[in-house]
């Protein structure tokens, strides 16, 4: 699958590059595992979640297994089942905890949407 990016998220993995370290390698690896992907994934796993505070578009988070350094997470939404996989926001959560996830999924909308626009696609509501 091939991962496209907004650029927020362009900004976020610039920072993660400039730490280095734990960030950067746990961030690059959830990356992979979106690019390992071969379609949408059809059910939730430990790697991936569906992001139930979102309404108006199916957006999933990325994460790894527990790391007492890092708590990276990303929030992506999937075009389609075999299309570009759109990585919105990364964050580390372990400064900032899980009360980032309502507003990860009113962003993570929201930046659907500018995507949408940008393409030109019909549908800024969509999936």
């Known amino acids: 699958m091939i991962v496209d990016w907004t650029d927020e998220f362009d900004r976020w993995l610039t920072h993660a590059e400039e ?70 926001v990364g964050f580390d959560k372990k400064t900032i905890g899980d009360v980032f996830y309502a507003s990860a999924a009113a962003r993570g909308e929201a930046l659907v949407d500018a995507w949408l626009r940008q393409k030109g696609s019909p549908d800024a509501r969509g999936s």
Do not use: M, N, Y
């Not at 990276?72 to 996989?85: G, M």
């Open 19 to 88: 730490q280095g370290g734990r960030l950067l390698a746990v961030a690059t690896a959830l990356l992979k595992e979106l690019s390992d992907l071969q379609a949408r994934p059809a059910e939730e796993s430990a790697t991936f979640k569906r992001v139930r505070q979102a309404r108006r578009h199916e957006l999933w988070r990325v994460a790894h297994p527990f790391d007492p350094d890092v708590a990276v997470r990303v929030i992506c939404w999937f075009p389609s089942a075999e299309e570009v996989v759109i990585a919105l």
